[in-house]
């Protein structure tokens, strides 16, 4: 006879073990891709709130497996981080964002930025700047061109071996957005000591920001400390208007979300967005 907690314990096992199954074989899937064929980039717009205006993009990575149909890259990427596939993929990534932000600037003459995400292990390897910069001679990308995305949470996990390298990535141009803000654990010394260009939102945030006493004096609080900072904020998630309206009071610069514009093919972005 079964106890309750033996029948959780089964339950939790089953559990478990399927989404080690789950991940063992998207391990194996991912080794074997196709990148070419099973990878695509989207592209998604972020726009100025004042005027609508374009400023940049970012680039949000698609597998199309030919049996498995879609997958999703919040269940990829951290398969992909924690097998180390995620080297060979970034360094795809790296070379499609880079081709496409090249014939953006040749389309128009809009300071136009590309919005690349970086896992914390990419930041950690050695020759990431090295890497970057051989990108950018190969497709003549100069480095203000790009805007590198580090998730909060990341940047603080690797406090001490961060430094160096955000600063020799701002030296050479590059700008860095933190990611995913205002759910982690930053600092204030922290944020000025790393020379951060501007903070996203968390989507968390701003879903509740129309409603929500607290995540509307959150918000306010990162906006008034960003501008204290000289730091833009961009609110990402942001798919009603009422949202966009409360964080337009708020002074928040730009922002990033369905309503304005969901991610999409670059054929797509550049009737959508781009001068014809
Ligand atoms: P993220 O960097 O926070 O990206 C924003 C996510 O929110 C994207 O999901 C985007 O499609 C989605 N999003 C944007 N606006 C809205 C909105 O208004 N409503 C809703 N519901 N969602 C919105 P996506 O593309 O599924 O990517 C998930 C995560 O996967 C990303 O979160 C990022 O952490 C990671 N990721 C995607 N591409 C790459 C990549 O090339 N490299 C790395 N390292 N990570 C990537
Ligand atoms: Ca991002
Ligand atoms: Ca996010």
């Known amino acids: 006879k079964y106890s309750h907690q033996d029948s959780a314990a089964l339950r939790f ?19 074997n891709a196709n990148y070419s064929k099973e990878f695509q980039l989207y592209f998604q717009p972020q726009f100025r709130i004042s005027d609508h205006a374009l400023v940049g993009m970012e680039a949000l990575l698609r597998w199309f497996h030919p049996g498995q149909g879609m997958i999703s890259p919040g269940e990829f990427i951290p398969v992909a981080e924690e097998t180390g596939v995620i080297l060979p ?7 499609q964002a880079y081709f496409t932000i090249a014939q953006v600037r040749q389309a128009t003459s809009m300071p136009l930025q590309m919005g690349i995400n970086l896992s914390p292990k990419i930041i950690e390897t050695a020759d990431l700047l090295i890497s970057l910069k051989q990108k950018g001679v190969r497709h003549r990308v100069p480095s203000d061109w790009i805007d590198l995305e580090v998730t909060e949470n990341s940047a603080m996990s690797l406090h001490s071996t961060i430094e160096g390298t955000f600063d020799q990535l701002k030296q050479s141009g590059f700008t860095i957005s ?9 600092s204030l010394s922290y944020i000025r000591r790393f020379g951060i260009d501007r903070l996203k939102i968390a989507k968390e945030l701003v879903d509740n920001v ?24 961009i609110a990402e998630g942001v798919e009603h208007q009422d949202q966009l309206d409360v964080l337009k009071e708020m002074g928040c610069d730009e922002m990033q979300g369905y309503l304005w514009g969901r991610p999409v093919p670059f054929e797509t972005f550049k009737q959508q967005y781009l001068p014809q």
């Open 13 to 31: 096992n089953s559990t478990l073990r399927e989404k080690i199954e789950r991940k063992h074989s998207l391990e194996i899937l991912l080794r």
């Open 89 to 95: 993929i970034t360094d795809w990534v790296f070379d």
């Open 178 to 186: 933190i990611d995913d803000f205002g759910t982690g654990y930053s």
């Open 210 to 233: 129309a409603h929500d006493r607290n995540s509307q004096l959150i918000i306010q609080a990162i906006i008034m400390m960003a501008k204290g900072m000289n730091l833009r904020t």
